[in-house]
């Protein structure tokens, strides 16, 4: 089957290797400084982020947690970081050590806090002793995705009313190393770059490019009369991911919510839906976890393929 080549515009990678400076080489601000304020200070930070967030066109992804995120954030260079704060009482360990050479290097303020004081900005259960705030993430317009053609061909991702933020996290990191072209994601009835999200992500925000739309079926309408395949993960299809007849072709690939799966609206844009083999008694998978699984058989058939 062939449409016309749609676009895949992959984003860049930075080497990973990590600094290995001494304790004393760390640029560490100790200053003093007022704390972080009491609950009701951090009650109203909260309220005041769910606001930024919930615009129409704002992703979130300004208040990173976690060593991984962090330290992604700072590697990639791609938006102001405003502050890094850690925790006195973490250990010294190799991603700190980096986290604060990046932090001199960029010339980012990085504050030594009380483990006490470091909850009152945490917004997750586990942020590793280091939080850092940044800039939002800025959305890329949907027709970035097929505005040229690449040698390869795209491999897009659409959700379809996935509200939780883990499932996107851990979607979003799969869908980066797995060289997934962008997300695409609805500005209603979805969930955004949360700090649960970003944390999960583990750093994927600062590569995947992410498109939010108005209307997930009018534009994969609009993706398929530009050259796109649109497949849709359904556990009621009759045939399997590995019975995917597009594969190799420009892609689209939809999840739904668990539980819900795809609205019918949906369903009628998809030129395939396809399902995961089961043979367990539960009913079915985490979204995320379906997703890992279609988009690493997509990339087997597309190796098979060449």
Sequence with gaps: MSRPQGRAQSSGRRGQTASQKSKNHRSVS?????GP???????????????SRNRPDSLGGDHIEGRQAVRELLRAGTRRAQQVLISEDVHDTAILAEIA????????PIRQLTRRKLEDYALTESHQGVIAQAESIRPVEI?????SSPRIPPLLIALDGVTDPGNLGAILRTAEIAGVTGIVLPRHRAVRLTP????????????LPIALVAGLPTVLKEMSEKGLWIVGLDGDAKNSIYEMQVATEPLMIVLGAEGEGLSH??????DQLVSIPQVGQLESLNVSNA?????????RQREIGH
């Excluded at 050479?101 to 980012?108: A, F, H, I, P, T």
């Excluded at 027709?143 to 505005?147: G, I």
């Excluded at 609206?265 to 998809?270: F, Q, W």
Aim: include cysteine.
């Design 143 to 147: 027709e970035t995705f097929t505005s």
């Design 30 to 34: 100790n200053t003093k400084r007022g």
């Design 37 to 51: 304020g009491s609950n009701r200070n951090r009650n109203d930070r909260d309220k005041s982020q769910s606001r």
């Design 265 to 270: 609206l949906t369903k009628k844009r998809c």
């Design 291 to 299: 997703a890992a699984i279609t988009i690493y058989e997509v990339k």
């Design 101 to 108: 050479d990046l932090c001199e290097e960029r010339r980012v």
């Design 196 to 207: 649960a999200a970003v944390k999960a992500a583990a750093g994927a925000v600062e590569h």
